[in-house]
């Protein structure tokens, strides 16, 4: 009774997981998929043809800009979706539970984009450079998320997928512009942790990656509770 109890429980939380991506991804997610392998081969690709060394530095680089795509799209268009399947008025319907589903969103999100990290950086550490891919993976999901998540909370004020994605590319080349004066600073949003430069120590460098990675933790944890509040506005979507 208790085994039956147990497979009925799993399959009802399978078939919630599998319903929610359908819904976050909009049957979309496979061409993002194949565009951030594709994206990662070519680079890894140049990378390799222009002779340029191989380090674990250079992977992180490799792998920040497809986790970035494969997280883009879930976030900024995931209101627009609801709207466009008429999911948006049940969500608004019953009391506190937009809350519930976008937060169970976001944590399938991330949890997908975190294993495909790992499978990646699994190849990487394997085909190229050795190094420990769940460090790799970890220290490459909190840029990641950090922009997934600001993402999040510009959709429930922008409300529709296009314009948010405009305005985020807006902020990531103001963030890549910036990146060379802050290269080395716990304020850069693309910190390298990998690429410790020659005039710092290593417990200094510890301590710029130590406070990066707070801040940006910091950053996820805001933008997500601001994106839930945001839902709040009823009227704003309905």
Same mark, same amino acid.
């Given at each position: 009774?208790?085994?039956?109890?147990?497979?009925?429980? *799993?399959?009802?939380?399978?078939?919630?997981?599998?319903?929610?991506?359908?819904?976050?991804?909009?049957?979309?997610?496979?061409?993002? &998929? &194949?565009?951030?392998?594709g994206f990662f081969i070519m680079v890894t690709l140049i990378t390799l043809f222009n002779g340029n060394m191989i380090t674990s530095g250079t992977i992180f680089s490799l792998l920040l800009y497809p986790g970035l795509l494969l997280i883009?799209?879930? !976030?900024?268009?995931?209101?627009?979706?609801?709207?466009?399947?008429?999911?948006?008025?049940?969500?608004?319907?019953?009391?506190d539970y937009r809350y519930k589903v976008w937060l169970v969103r976001l944590i399938l999100i991330f949890l997908l984009v975190f294993v495909v990290l790992i499978i990646l950086s699994v190849f990487c550490s394997w085909a190229l450079v050795?190094?420990?891919?769940?460090?790799?993976?970890?220290?490459?999901?909190?840029?990641?998320?950090?922009?997934?998540? &600001?993402?999040?909370?510009?959709?429930?004020?922008?409300?529709?997928?296009?314009? !948010?994605?405009? *305005?985020?590319?807006?902020?990531?080349? *103001?963030?890549?512009?910036?990146?060379?004066?802050?290269?080395?600073?716990?304020?850069?949003?693309?910190?390298?942790?990998?690429?410790?430069?020659?005039?710092?120590?290593?417990?200094?460098?510890? !301590?710029? *990656?130590?406070?990066?990675?707070?801040?940006?933790?910091?950053?996820?944890?805001?933008?997500?509770?601001?994106?839930? &509040?945001?839902?709040?506005?009823?009227?704003?979507?309905?």
């Open positions: 009774m208790a085994t039956n109890k147990f497979k009925i429980a *799993v399959d009802w939380i399978l078939r919630m997981i599998r319903y929610n991506l359908k819904i976050i991804f909009a049957n979309k997610f496979i061409w993002f &998929l &194949l565009a951030a392998l883009f799209y879930p !976030t900024a268009f995931g209101i627009q979706n609801d709207e466009d399947t008429r999911i948006l008025e049940i969500l608004f319907g019953i009391p050795m190094f420990t891919p769940f460090t790799m993976a970890y220290y490459l999901i909190l840029p990641i998320f950090f922009m997934g998540s &600001l993402a999040f909370l510009l959709s429930t004020i922008i409300r529709n997928g296009i314009g !948010t994605a405009v *305005v985020m590319v807006i902020i990531g080349i *103001v963030f890549t512009s910036l990146a060379d004066a802050i290269q080395n600073s716990k304020w850069n949003v693309f910190l390298n942790p990998f690429n410790m430069p020659q005039d710092i120590s290593e417990a200094a460098w510890a !301590t710029v *990656v130590h406070d990066n990675h707070v801040i940006l933790l910091v950053g996820i944890i805001l933008t997500i509770l601001a994106g839930l &509040l945001s839902l709040q506005r009823r009227e704003k979507f309905i």
